[in-house]
């Protein structure tokens, strides 16, 4: 699936992953391929992403923003 992480000023990241675990307001909830589509708001903490082809984890430490899932696609709008 596509990710693309933004702020006003510039993008953090874009490419293809093969999860995401975001801070969500509840809670942490993790967004896999082809889930559904949803609009979440996000709370302070970090955003980790497994990219394909990549062991290794990655981390995006985000203020708060939100979230949504369309098309086997996650657009995360922070702050």
Do not use: W
């Not at 509840?26 to 980790?48: E, S, T």
């Not at 394909?52 to 990655?58: L, V």
């Not at 203020?63 to 709008?77: A, E, S, Y």
Request: charged share 20%; net charge negative.
């Amino acid at each position: 699936m596509q990710l693309e992480i933004s702020t006003p000023q510039k993008t953090l990241f874009q490419g293809e992953v093969r999860s995401v675990l975001c801070p969500g307001k509840d809670g942490f909830f993790q967004i896999l391929d082809h889930h559904a589509p949803m609009v979440a708001i996000l709370a302070k903490g970090q955003v980790k992403y497994e990219i394909s082809g990549d062991i290794t984890p990655h981390f995006i430490e985000v203020d708060r923003g939100v979230l949504q899932v369309l098309n086997n696609k996650v657009t995360i709008l922070s702050e």
